[in-house]
RNA sequence: GGGCCUAUAGCUCAGACGGUUAGAGCACCACACUGAUAAUGUGGGGGUCAGAGGUUCAAGUCCUCUUAGGCCCA
């Protein structure tokens, strides 16, 4: 037993190789052997880094946040995070790989909420927040274990024990040093926004949590009114009323302005002794109040409405500066809905806010973090807005409590909308302004597009795309959370305004220095997270009284400004490896799913434009989503994918890793997941290279031949079959090595399905017969192309490879071998297209032997085969003749006189791409008369279709072959020339075909006697004077064919009948020799 | 409402520069082949290339609009 030469199988190891495995049982032997050779290292290791790291190929790990267990769209991110590493691996480079874990944020702290039964901030504080953050730390850690088992059994290479979490006291500091450079370049500010609220959670909700589930946006009823302002301008719009509309009453005691839009026509019209102004576009909508044929006393456009003033609807805020004017908001103002003119609440509105900032109008904040009025709305101070809601339309009826008279309710009623609801309590959201420090990204938006050109992306449109898109539409970024688990925001603020200061710090050291020690935790360790870092106070040094202090301000940082910074925090940077990191930055690769344009794509390249003035990567692979089953959102209540432990028991990772690396989901498409599609990459690729495998150790074994891969052998076959092979693989490890280089990895995919066809279907199917002669050079060329195709394959089934290879050669790991070397192996393109035309021509003569009813088992006469270029093919007219079953191959010059006989006519087709620019409109006519036989070719050789002559190169002619004719069969081939077969059958040919039936017959009978391939037999055959005949005749064919070493031919033998030949009836009897 | 992507066989997708008979894999049917194969080969059915208009001698391909889906933004 020469193969498999390594396995991991602890079982039987006389057993060979199994023609039949168990994929999965294999990976998990393979990775058991992974993690006892310690192999992963060993294949890092192996390469040097070079002078600075040149030679390191640097991967940065994207953090997933481990609040669950993996997915399909997490183990697809895996995948690629792990083929393009192995790839530049083999390729030579040094490739670290370390997992990064994403441990902050607001889900952390909803989780521990959750388990610790608490619902509000303030229980939060009153738990304590040391507690609360140490439920948190808990609850990201929880499932670690889970992920690690995932990512190990998915066959990803990744370092998990020097692994990087940005709660670590290294990794925070390096965030805190980033803020203190961006303040230090004055590229961080303090301000006011407006973000969805949660008034429940007390939290704004960063856009991704508003979007976190489907059903976030759900339809609810809210009143809707319609209210008049008084017009107190002096002139002819006095006493006027505007008319706005508004599905949140509760805003309107916060009214500062109203919104025209310039070029929108208005009107006012006269009703029960007021004069209303509103667009004219919507006067149709108010039919109900104002009738069908409103008497219309003004028209004009919303400019001319910009600058009037007037009574706001509530008194709370009437002496505000700047208010209550009607202010031009051209892009918010639509006459779609609503009246034409909007109210605006400046903080309880993105737009609104907008509006008033431009206008100089100071923001108002009746509502307190729990969503209830406070001061100075005396009426509803304690109610929740949406409760206050029927008490304001109640008063604004009634001009009742503070609503200022000459404001009217026009029309009241519910309105049934989309309305997004907080995804965790599922209580609605209100917008409201917060106190927010903002990362300044308007600033340097124009550069963060000019470091973008320099970032190749996959697929290409991403670039200007989604991604530059949205740095285009870039607005400052809200950095800090009023939240507990997270990053501190770094500044200390005096507490008294008298004697302002603030100081920004960006080191532990700096921290030291200032306030004369570390934050410590419980257990005494330095420790940036709340409250440790909320202890640290000191007086206020611009302060003669000396009584203020510095105070930090409570804030915690956005998640996503950790996992921005991960470039440079997970080496520690500035504080150590600074030297690294300044060679090591960009990194060449990263990977995650469409949606990080706008969060993780987006994070890291906004601080390294800012940090470095330099893109964070240079190559970014941006895949589509993964869907269930049935098109829809992979939903675990559906159940509409399957379970991915299930799949990799039942069909292995590198099924899976095949059928999610081959799909359009690395285009950018999305992706269904089903099982037949995993199945389909067992049966399509995995194991056609298994049976290879089997096939050439089944023949090895058999002969005791061991090849000698890499050695002078291994290349040096002159048989056709396989120079071709060698040719083939060729060819095929440089397209699959340009692939790969381009990220291109779906191709490279079908690259590799289309080559393994060829290896099976094609060379190993052709070659039998040479295997079972024990021919060396066979052996040795299909162990070097084995070699090289596992080598070649291994990025994209790193298990199986491993296995094959390990068989094959004996080494330690196909991921310590190289790349293989394109242009050791031969390179001949005629060979491969003559071998492309040998299987043109054989398929073409099947389909006559189809056409005719002559199976292939029956041998016949001659094939004649007429194409341009005969002596190509006649290296190869043997394998023709085995293919076919035929006796002679004839290769024959289309142009020579004997294949002109073959002709019955000839076909005109004409090159339009050559003719059309010459002949213009004409071609049109030459394409219908090539068509309809209105062509002829002169004397001379010319060619004239419809009238009009046809130069060289503007027109093929072919010869076009008859279907049949007595004793032949003819065919095409679609390159061009056809092939003739002889289709007399002769009675030798006629019994040669029972004896190979006979054979078949033979062999099956062995199969189903559970012999095995090289055991002898004795073999007896009865039957039909016939097939009595056949058996004598062949008797050295049959012997040899079937290892018969007795051989009886006996009339009256009985034993399994089969039919033979033409109905012709046989017995067989086999018997172990 | 805006931007990007997608729309080709029952399914999943290819279709440089426009070139006149639109391909592949899977699935289906028939036949053949089979001592490596869970296969394979041959043939067959299956298409208004989402729709409409335009440019052109010629459009699946280029332009405009529309429709549907996805992603993002508002």
């Given at each position: 037993m020469t193969y498999p030469r390594v396995s991991n199988d602890s079982a039987d190891k006389t057993a060979g190789v199994p023609s039949s495995p168990r994929f999965p049982e294999i990976e998990e032997r393979v990775l058991a052997y992974w993690a006892e050779d310690d192999t992963f290292r060993a294949s890092v290791e192996a390469r040097d880094a070079g002078t600075d790291g040149e030679n390191e190929f640097v991967f940065y790990d994207g953090p997933p946040f481990a609040n669950g267990l993996p997915h399909y769209g997490h183990l697809l991110t895996g995948y690629v995070k792990d083929i393009v590493p192995r790839y530049q691996t083999m390729r030579g480079k040094r490739v670290e790989r370390r997992f990064g874990w994403d441990t902050h944020g607001l889900p952390a702290e909803l989780e521990a909420m959750r388990l610790n039964d608490i619902k509000t901030t303030d229980e939060i504080v009153e738990m304590g927040i040391d507690k609360f953050n140490d439920a948190c730390r808990a609850s990201v850690l929880k499932y670690t274990g889970?992920?690690?088992?995932?990512?190990?059994?998915?066959?990803?290479?990744?370092?998990?024990?020097?692994?990087?979490?940005?709660?670590?006291?290294?990794?925070?500091?390096?965030?805190?040093?980033?803020?203190?450079?961006?303040?230090?370049?004055?590229?961080?500010?303090?301000?006011?926004?407006?973000?969805?609220?949660?008034?429940?959670?007390?939290?704004?909700?960063?856009?991704?949590?508003?979007?976190?589930?489907?059903?976030?946006?759900?339809?609810?009823?809210?009143?809707?009114?319609?209210?008049?302002?008084?017009?107190?301008?002096?002139?002819?719009?006095?006493?006027?009323?505007?008319?706005?509309?508004?599905?949140?009453?509760?805003?309107?005691?916060?009214?500062?302005?109203?919104?025209?839009?310039?070029?929108?026509?208005?009107?006012?019209?006269?009703?029960?002794?007021?004069?209303?102004?509103?667009?004219?576009?919507?006067?149709?909508?108010?039919?109900?109040?104002?009738?069908?044929?409103?008497?219309?006393v003004w028209r004009g456009q919303g400019s001319d409405l910009i600058g009037l003033t007037y009574a706001p609807p509530f008194s709370y805020f009437a002496d505000h500066a700047r208010a209550f004017r009607v202010v031009a908001a051209d892009e918010a103002v639509t006459t779609t809905d609503g009246t034409g003119l909007v109210h605006s609440a400046g903080a309880f509105g993105e737009v609104d806010k907008e509006v008033t900032d431009r206008e100089g109008i100071e923001p108002v904040m009746p509502v307190g973090k729990d969503g209830r009025f406070t001061h100075p709305v005396a009426e509803y101070a304690g109610m929740l807005v949406f409760d206050a809601n029927p008490h304001i339309i109640d008063d604004l009826k009634s001009t009742g409590g503070s609503v200022t008279p000459g404001t009217v309710l026009v029309r009241r009623e519910t309105y049934n909308h989309s309305y997004p609801h907080c995804w965790r309590c599922r209580e609605p959201l209100i917008y409201k302004g917060v106190e927010s420090w903002f990362v300044e990204v308007t600033k340097f938006k124009s550069r963060m597009l000019e470091l973008n050109e320099q970032i190749r992306w996959v697929p290409e449109h991403i670039k200007h795309g989604q991604f530059g898109k949205w740095l285009e539409n870039a607005r400052d970024w809200s950095i800090t959370r009023n939240r507990f688990w997270g990053s501190p925001v770094p500044v200390w603020k005096s507490d008294d305004p008298a004697y302002p200061r603030i100081d920004v710090y960006g080191s532990f050291?700096?921290?030291?220095?200032?306030?004369?020690?570390?934050?410590?935790?419980?257990?005494?360790?330095?420790?940036?997270?709340?409250?440790?870092?909320?202890?640290?106070?000191?007086?206020?040094?611009?302060?003669?009284?000396?009584?203020?202090?510095?105070?930090?301000?409570?804030?915690?940082?956005?998640?996503?400004?950790?996992?921005?910074?991960?470039?440079?925090?997970?080496?520690?940077?500035?504080?150590?490896?600074?030297?690294?990191?300044?060679?090591?930055?960009?990194?060449?690769?990263?990977?995650?799913?469409?949606?990080?344009?706008?969060?993780?794509?987006?994070?890291?390249?906004?601080?390294?434009?800012?940090?470095?003035?330099?893109?964070?990567?240079?190559?970014?692979?941006?895949?589509?989503?993964?869907?269930?089953?049935?098109?829809?959102?992979?939903?675990?209540?559906?159940?509409?994918?399957?379970?991915?432990?299930?799949?990799?028991?039942?069909?292995?990772?590198?099924?899976?890793?095949?059928?999610?690396?081959?799909?359009?989901?690395?285009?950018?498409?999305?992706?269904?997941?089903?099982?037949?599609?995993?199945?389909?990459?067992?049966?399509?690729?995995?194991?056609?290279?298994?049976?290879?495998?089997?096939?050439?150790?089944?023949?090895?074994?058999?002969?005791?031949?061991?090849?000698?891969?890499?050695?002078?052998?291994s290349l040096a076959s002159t048989d056709p079959l396989d120079r071709y092979l060698l040719a083939k693989t060729r060819q095929y490890v440089e397209k699959l090595t340009a692939e790969l280089d381009d990220y291109a990895i779906a191709d490279a995919c079908e690259t590799t399905r289309g080559f393994l066809d060829v290896l099976t279907n094609w060379y190993v199917r052709r070659s039998r017969e040479r295997f079972w002669e024990g021919r060396a050079e066979a052996f040795e060329t299909l162990a070097a192309v084995l070699d090289t195709v596992c080598r070649a394959v291994a990025p994209l089934l790193p298990l199986t490879t491993e296995e094959v290879w390990r068989g094959l050669t004996g080494g330690r790991s196909v991921h310590l071998a190289d790349w293989p070397d394109a242009s050791a192996l031969p390179t001949d393109d005629a060979l491969v297209a003559a071998m492309d035309q040998v299987r043109e021509v054989c398929s073409a003569t099947s389909a006559l032997r189809k056409a005719g009813g002559l199976r292939n088992r029956l041998p016949l006469g001659s094939l004649t085969v007429v194409v341009a270029d005969p002596a190509s093919l006649e290296d190869f007219t043997s394998i023709v003749a085995d293919e076919v079953n035929v006796k002679h191959v004839r290769l024959l010059a289309a142009d020579s006189p004997e294949a002109g006989a073959y002709g019955i006519s000839q076909r005109l087709s004409v090159n339009a791409r050559a003719a059309g620019p010459r002949l213009g409109k004409d071609v049109q006519v030459a394409i219908k008369a090539s068509k309809s036989g209105d062509w002829s070719v002169a004397e001379d050789g010319t060619v004239t279709a419809g009238g009009l002559a046809l130069v060289e190169g503007e027109y093929t002619l072919e010869t076009v072959v008859g279907s049949e004719t007595d004793g032949t069969a003819t065919g095409m081939l679609p390159g061009g020339g056809f092939v003739v077969l002889d289709t007399v059958v002769t009675p030798e040919l006629a019994e040669e075909g029972i004896a190979r039936d006979l054979v078949r017959a033979v062999q099956q009978a062995r199969r189903d006697a559970d012999l095995d391939v090289t055991d002898r037999i004795v073999l007896t055959i009865g039957g039909s004077t016939a097939v009595l005949g056949a058996a004598g005749t062949h008797e050295d064919l049959i012997s040899k064919e079937t290892l018969a070493t007795s051989y009886v031919i006996d009339e009256a033998a009985e034993g399994t009948v089969v039919t033979v030949g033409d109905g012709e009836t046989a017995t067989v009897t086999v018997v172990r020799a």
């Open positions: 889970e992920w690690r088992d995932y990512v190990t059994r998915q066959a990803r290479w990744v370092d998990f024990d020097n692994d990087y979490k940005t709660m670590n006291p290294e990794f925070m500091e390096s965030v805190l040093w980033a803020f203190k450079s961006l303040f230090d370049k004055g590229l961080v500010y303090e301000g006011f926004r407006v973000l969805p609220y949660c008034w429940n959670d007390e939290t704004p909700l960063s856009n991704h949590e508003l979007r976190m589930d489907d059903d976030v946006y759900q339809d609810r009823q809210d009143p809707s009114v319609t209210v008049g302002f008084e017009i107190t301008t002096e002139g002819p719009f006095a006493g006027a009323k505007v008319l706005i509309w508004t599905t949140t009453p509760w805003t309107l005691p916060s009214n500062l302005a109203v919104m025209v839009g310039s070029d929108i026509d208005y009107v006012a019209v006269q009703h029960d002794g007021d004069r209303l102004i509103l667009a004219e576009a919507r006067l149709g909508a108010y039919a109900r109040e104002l009738g069908d044929e409103p008497e219309v050291a700096e921290i030291e220095r200032d306030f004369g020690r570390l934050p410590l935790n419980a257990d005494g360790e330095p420790d940036l997270h709340r409250p440790w870092v909320d202890d640290l106070t000191r007086p206020n040094p611009d302060d003669p009284t000396g009584r203020s202090t510095m105070r930090r301000v409570s804030d915690v940082l956005d998640v996503w400004f950790d996992s921005g910074s991960m470039s440079f925090a997970q080496v520690h940077y500035p504080f150590e490896d600074a030297d690294w990191f300044d060679h090591h930055f960009p990194g060449d690769f990263i990977v995650e799913y469409i949606g990080q344009t706008r969060g993780w794509f987006y994070t890291m390249h906004v601080l390294a434009t800012a940090l470095f003035d330099r893109p964070a990567f240079s190559s970014c692979i941006s895949h589509g989503i993964v869907l269930g089953s049935d098109g829809n959102k992979m939903s675990k209540s559906l159940r509409n994918y399957p379970d991915v432990r299930e799949v990799f028991d039942r069909d292995g990772a590198d099924a899976m890793r095949w059928f999610l690396m081959a799909s359009p989901i690395l285009r950018g498409g999305n992706l269904v997941v089903t099982e037949q599609g995993i199945r389909d990459a067992v049966r399509q690729v995995m194991i056609p290279l298994w049976n290879t495998w089997y096939f050439f150790s089944l023949y090895a074994n058999a002969e005791g031949y061991e090849a000698k891969v890499g050695g002078p052998e």
